[in-house]
Each structure stands twice: as C-alpha cells, then as structure tokens.
C-alpha cells in the first residue's frame, strides 16, 4: 500500500529547469556567469499552483536588477507568460493563462503572488507573447513614460533612442497617434528602415552618423520638446542641449551604461537644464500599476485596430536564455526579445 502510494507520488513529481546567476556579472555577462539547475518540484499545497512556462522575457533591467536584488545562487528574475497546470488555489483555474514573475524557470509552485490572470478577454488571434512585451511591461512603459512623464501633446517634437526595441517600438507609435512628430535612433540600418516603416519622421543608425550631435541637429533643427531616454551616457550628453525650452526628459533607462565597471563621467548638466528650464524625471513602470488594467485594454485596443504594431525578436528554447539575455544586450533583437519554452 505504502508502496503504491510513492510510486504514484513520483509519477506526478515534476522536474523544474531552472537558470541560476552562478557569478555576480562584471562587465558584459558571459556563459559561465550562468548555470543550469533541474529541480524537483513538491505537489502544490493548499492554496497553490503549477505553472508551466509558455513564454519567457529578458529584459535590460535583469542587468542592473541582478546587483542590487539578486545574490549568487538564486534564480535569475524575470517574467513569464505561463499556463496553470495544477491548481489548488480557487482564484486560478487549471488551464488559465498567467504573467507570472517566477524568474527563469520551465515550472514554477507558486502561492499565487506573484501572477496575474492575463486579461480574461485577451482576443484568440493575438500572440500570447505580446502580454511579455507591446501589451505588457514594456508597453506600459512606453505609455506612462509619455503620458505621466514627459506630458506629451500633440504637435510636439519627441526623440526616442534605443527606438527600435520593446519600449522604444511602442514609444514612437504612441507619439505618432498623439499627432507628434518622432525622431528614433537604433543601432543598425535594417532597424532604421523599419522605424521608417513605423511611421517615425526621422530615423538615424547612431553606430555609424559621424557626429551624434549633427544627426540630431538635422533630424530637428528646432530641437526636441520631449525626450524619452532609454540609453544614457554619451547620448545623453549629445542630446541634453537640443532640448526646446520646457522640454521633458523621461529618464526610462541607461542602457549604454549598464555594463560599466567603472562609472561614466561626462559634463555636468545643470547649467543647461536651468538655462532652458528643462525638467528631468527618471521613472519606473509600477508607478502606475494601479492604471494597469485599463492602458493594457487602451494598448490592446491599438493592436486590433492595426494601428500598433508589435514586432518581437523569438528565440526558440528555454536552454538558450542567457544566450537571448546577451544578445538583447548586444541589439541583436528588433522589437520585444522573448523566449519559446
Ligand atoms: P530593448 O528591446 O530596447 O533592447 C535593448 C536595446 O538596447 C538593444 O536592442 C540595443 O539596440 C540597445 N542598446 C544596447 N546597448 C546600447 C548602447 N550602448 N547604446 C545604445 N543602445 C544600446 O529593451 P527594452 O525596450 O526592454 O528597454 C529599453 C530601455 O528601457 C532599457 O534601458 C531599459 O532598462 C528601460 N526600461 C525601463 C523601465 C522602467 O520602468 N523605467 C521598464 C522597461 C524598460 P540598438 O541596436 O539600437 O543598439
């Protein structure tokens, strides 16, 4: 009897693939700063669930966030989209569909906390990807960066660089919609032809203009009235004195910056702000968390009215996580980076 009784207990033990920050990152991650670990997973308990990981993000702040939260040894954190396998927590039912924070991981027991039902409409012909990017995180970001941040109104001239990744994408088309006219930077030729397609006004490869200032002096000589800042260092500094006067600066991030040993150091910006009355805020997407609902409805509307695209770069397998990490680091993706478990 007792035998039986662990036999059928195995059976329903899952195996868990999880990655682990095996070396605190110095400099740009590498493969050995990673490690993959097979965990067994107890049977939920009262009050919990299974998941099981559909899709995977990685994210630029799991760069900066793995210092600062995270210690040797532990997963590395992060978001998915995953499919409740078990369930004995009544407020998610076996077969829903989640956005879970459960980090970099194939299963996940979890109490319930950290997931949040997908939108109990989320339309059949919409990946359930997007919920990781465009209609997610990162295009929440874009909105409240442009919204509650830079205040942006239309007839106004916005910059936007790192423009043709997940925040970036989403930021430009916004502002298109706002009645703006946009100005994006990226990092190759291929992604400023699709920032044209986009709608953008203007569109620059910042690897290889001969001067960053020219090129954003040519691409607005009256300069810019918002700013929505993803990289930081030099490009900010180029930037900073082309700002209109009462222009807004919404510091999303600092891309450029995130895997220095040693700070940056560029000239002070005080002056110019104060000359030009320039007002600069550094944001981050929680905020409004309480607005979540209906900007991710607002967002959703957009894609199903075909006027927000939402381009993603997939990388197929929960094996090549890092390899997707570094390589959204290094710009290989155009839109949203996420992983196919
Ligand atoms: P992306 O999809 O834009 O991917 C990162 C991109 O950054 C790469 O594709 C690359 O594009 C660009 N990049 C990398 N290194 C550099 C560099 N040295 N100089 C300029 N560009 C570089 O990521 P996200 O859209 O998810 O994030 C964009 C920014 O927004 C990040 O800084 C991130 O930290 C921030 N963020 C902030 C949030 C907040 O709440 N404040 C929330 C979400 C994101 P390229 O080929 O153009 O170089």
């Not at 807004?248 to 700070?263: E, F, K, L």
């Not at 990490?325 to 993706?333: A, D, H, K, S, V």
Request: charged share 20%.
């Amino acid at each position: 009897m007792e035998n039986d009784a662990s036999v059928t207990k195995q059976r329903t033990m899952v195996q868990a693939k999880v990655w682990i920050l095996r070396k605190h990152f110095d400099g740009f991650p590498k493969d050995s700063d990673f490690e993959l670990k097979v965990e067994q997973l107890p049977e939920p308990r009262d009050g919990e669930i299974l998941l099981e990981a559909v899709f995977l993000s990685v994210d630029p702040y799991m760069r900066p966030f793995s210092r600062v939260r995270m210690k040797e040894g532990d997963v590395m954190i992060g978001t998915q989209v995953a499919k409740v396998v078990q369930s004995k927590n009544p407020s998610f039912s076996v077969g829903s569909l989640v956005v879970s924070r459960s980090g970099w991981r194939t299963h996940t027991v979890s109490d319930g906390s950290g997931a949040k039902l997908l939108l109990s409409d989320w339309p059949a012909d919409v990946p359930l990807s997007l919920a990781l990017g465009a209609i997610g995180m990162p295009g929440l970001t874009a909105l409240y960066g442009l919204e509650e941040v830079c205040e942006l109104k239309a007839g106004e001239t916005l910059l936007v660089n790192a423009a043709a990744g997940a925040v970036g994408t989403v930021a430009g088309q916004i502002a298109k919609l706002k009645g703006c006219r946009v100005v994006g930077s990226a990092g190759s030729d291929a992604k400023v032809a699709y920032l044209q397609e986009l709608g953008f006004d203007r569109a620059f490869n910042y690897k290889t203009v001969p001067s960053l200032e020219q090129a954003l002096k040519e691409a607005s000589p009256e300069g810019y009235d918002c700013f929505f800042e993803n990289v930081g260092g030099a490009f900010s500094i180029a930037a900073l004195p082309l700002m209109k006067p009462m222009g807004r600066i919404a510091v999303c991030g600092a891309i450029s910056t995130y895997n220095d040993s040693s700070p940056q150091t560029g000239p002070f910006p005080h002056l110019t702000m104060i000359m030009n009355q320039i007002r600069m805020e550094g944001f981050m997407v929680g905020r409004w968390e309480h607005k979540n609902e209906e900007s991710l409805r607002r967002l959703l509307a957009w894609k199903q009215e075909g006027k927000l695209k939402c381009p993603e770069h997939v990388t197929s397998g929960f094996e090549n996580m890092p390899a997707a990490f570094m390589g959204m680091l290094r710009g290989e993706n155009l839109g949203k980076a996420i992983i196919k478990a």
